[in-house]
């Protein structure tokens, strides 16, 4: 991780590369290929990147990790995998900092670095896979806390008019795993960098049931927070390594507050949580367990044994199976409970071969000086 002062390095020129497989980008590692790709590295490279697709009626569609995506057979368009990199300090006071960070850095990477430098506040999100660019798109959360509290501004080249623009916290209407980058304005914004507002002052958030449990009888700090919840999350987790799967596979429901009380009248043991808003929330853990999903395998997925909501692809080759499964699982809750599961990760592409406009095998993209201007 790269802390700088100020300033910024200037990109290489980009060559997008046509008919490039993702099964190696993402963690589901279903069989899908992009149309044409490259790796964004430098902010600068970004305006560029978009006058080519632009001249060529091509969309973008930007990639992290790939932790949170089903990636069907093809992507059509340019895929920009985004590994742009550097930490810079806008500005501190007694009590705070505030990083821009860029969207390739890892997340649990900078999780670390700011409890190791004393910037406290991301710690109950340690161990999320993925990058910090798509941090702010499903609002990540985890252990009482959301990323959005932290988050004063997302800067982002609006994919719409090529412009770079800066959208502070309230522009981007975070919510529950949502955000205008996944929901409203899904597609319209390429993800630069993130800016965070972080506490000097080390007071840990441990509110949330488990980490009580873990920290009882002790007077935690936030370095205590952040090696509870890596313990517990390698505890509950299946590891994507060994059983590749994106964390959570369905979103906990949100049902009206009706809807709430006929479910626990026909089932009175079953956990609900109301929310600040008139939603109450359900756990789709405990909705799939009882449908018996917990360990069972169908059409080569599995719901996992360790926990019901991680879905684990034992061998589907591409999405078309996967998410075949899926709508099988779907269903069953649904038939017992009346209630449709929504998926958490996004699904990205097309499972038809068909493909738009064909530029040449290979497009060259010059890098810019951030004003459009090709270098
Ligand atoms: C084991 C495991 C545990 C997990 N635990 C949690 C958890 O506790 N809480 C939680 O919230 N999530 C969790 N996740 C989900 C995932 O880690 C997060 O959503 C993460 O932020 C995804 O990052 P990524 O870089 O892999 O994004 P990708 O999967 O590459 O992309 C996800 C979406 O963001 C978009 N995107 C990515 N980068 C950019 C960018 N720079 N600009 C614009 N759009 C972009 C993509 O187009 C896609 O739509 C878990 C996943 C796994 C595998």
């Given at each position: 991780?790269?802390?700088?002062?100020?300033?910024?390095?200037?990109?290489?020129?980009?060559?997008?590369?046509a008919?490039?497989?993702?099964?190696e980008?993402?963690?589901?590692?279903?069989?899908?290929s992009?149309?044409?790709?490259?790796?964004?590295?430098?902010?600068?490279?970004?305006?560029?990147?978009w006058?080519?697709?632009?001249?060529?009626?091509?969309?973008?569609?930007?990639?992290?990790?790939?932790?949170?995506?089903?990636?069907?057979a093809?992507?059509?368009?340019?895929?920009?995998?985004?590994?742009?990199?550097?930490?810079?300090?806008?500005?501190?006071?007694?009590?705070?900092?505030?990083?821009?960070?860029?969207?390739?850095?890892?997340?649990?990477?900078?999780?670390?670095?700011?409890?190791?430098?004393?910037?406290?506040?991301?710690?109950?999100?340690?161990?999320?896979?993925?990058?910090?660019?798509?941090?702010?798109?499903?609002n990540?959360?985890?252990?009482?806390?959301?990323?959005?509290?932290?988050?004063?501004?997302?800067?982002?080249?609006?994919?719409?008019?090529?412009?770079?623009?800066?959208?502070?916290?309230?522009?981007?209407?975070?919510?529950?795993?949502?955000?205008?980058?996944?929901?409203?304005?899904?597609?319209?914004?390429?993800?630069?960098?993130?800016?965070?507002?972080?506490?000097?002052?080390?007071?840990p958030?441990?509110?949330?049931?488990?980490?009580?449990?873990?920290?009882?009888?002790?007077?935690?700090?936030g370095?205590?927070?952040?090696?509870?919840?890596?313990?517990?999350?390698?505890?509950k987790?299946?590891?994507?390594?060994?059983?590749?799967?994106?964390?959570?596979?369905?979103?906990?429901?949100?049902?009206?507050?009706?809807?709430?009380?006929s479910?626990?009248?026909?089932?009175?043991?079953?956990?609900?949580?109301?929310?600040?808003?008139?939603?109450?929330?359900?756990?789709?853990?405990?909705?799939?367990?009882?449908?018996?999903?917990?360990?069972?395998?169908?059409?080569?997925?599995?719901?996992?044994?360790?926990?019901?909501?991680?879905?684990?692809?034992?061998?589907?080759?591409?999405?078309?199976?996967?998410?075949?499964?899926?709508?099988?699982?779907?269903?069953?809750?649904?038939?017992?409970?009346?209630?449709?599961?929504?998926?958490?990760?996004?699904?990205?592409?097309?499972?038809?071969?068909?493909?738009?406009?064909?530029?040449?095998?290979?497009?060259?993209?010059?890098?810019?000086?951030?004003?459009?201007?090709?270098?």
């Amino acid at each position: 991780m790269i802390w700088r002062v100020s300033g910024h390095c200037q990109g290489r020129i980009l060559i997008p590369e046509a008919d490039v497989s993702l099964t190696e980008h993402h963690y589901l590692g279903l069989q899908s290929s992009a149309q044409y790709y490259c790796v964004l590295t430098d902010d600068s490279q970004a305006q560029s990147l978009w006058h080519w697709a632009n001249s060529h009626h091509m969309s973008i569609t930007p990639l992290g990790s790939g932790s949170n995506v089903v990636l069907q057979a093809r992507l059509p368009g340019l895929v920009v995998h985004v590994k742009n990199r550097g930490v810079t300090l806008l500005s501190e006071t007694a009590t705070s900092v505030e990083l821009r960070v860029a969207a390739g850095e890892n997340w649990h990477e900078l999780v670390m670095t700011c409890v190791t430098k004393g910037y406290f506040g991301l710690e109950n999100l340690a161990l999320i896979p993925g990058t910090v660019g798509a941090a702010p798109v499903q609002n990540i959360g985890a252990y009482g806390v959301e990323v959005c509290r932290h988050i004063t501004a997302v800067n982002v080249l609006d994919l719409a008019s090529g412009a770079p623009l800066r959208l502070d916290n309230g522009a981007c209407d975070f919510r529950y795993r949502d955000s205008i980058f996944k929901s409203r304005e899904r597609g319209r914004y390429l993800i630069l960098s993130v800016d965070f507002v972080l506490s000097k002052i080390d007071q840990p958030q441990v509110e949330y049931p488990p980490l009580v449990e873990a920290l009882t009888g002790r007077s935690a700090t936030g370095r205590d927070v952040l090696n509870a919840v890596v313990a517990l999350r390698r505890e509950k987790l299946p590891d994507p390594e060994q059983q590749p799967n994106v964390g959570s596979f369905f979103k906990n429901p949100q049902v009206s507050p009706d809807v709430a009380a006929s479910l626990i009248q026909a089932w009175p043991y079953m956990p609900q949580f109301p929310g600040a808003d008139t939603w109450v929330k359900l756990s789709a853990a405990w909705l799939l367990e009882h449908c018996g999903w917990r360990g069972r395998s169908i059409g080569g997925v599995m719901m996992s044994a360790q926990h019901a909501l991680v879905l684990v692809n034992q061998s589907a080759i591409d999405a078309n199976a996967l998410l075949s499964a899926v709508e099988t699982i779907v269903a069953s809750v649904e038939a017992t409970f009346g209630v449709r599961l929504v998926m958490e990760p996004d699904v990205l592409g097309t499972s038809e071969a068909t493909m738009g406009s064909q530029p040449s095998e290979r497009g060259t993209i010059m890098a810019t000086d951030g004003n459009g201007t090709v270098g």
